[in-house]
């Protein structure tokens, strides 16, 4: 299994872990705000590296 599988497979383990114990809104709210979040803390040139690589992910 690769990093970022067992990444996703984690996440999605915590999400179906909040959904169980929060009301369906407020885990939206955490699932949405913590990439947000992240992405913001970083700095103009870490996001433009992050935006010219995802573009070049999807032109595969």
Known sequence: MSKNA???AGGVAAGLIL???LPWW???LIV???PAAAY???DPAQRRR???VS???LGR
């Open 6 to 8: 067992k990444i996703a």
């Open 19 to 21: 959904l169980i114990w």
């Open 26 to 28: 407020a885990a939206l």
């Open 32 to 34: 949405l705000g913590v």
């Open 40 to 42: 913001l803390t970083l």
């Open 50 to 52: 992050l935006r010219r």
């Open 55 to 57: 573009r070049k992910e």
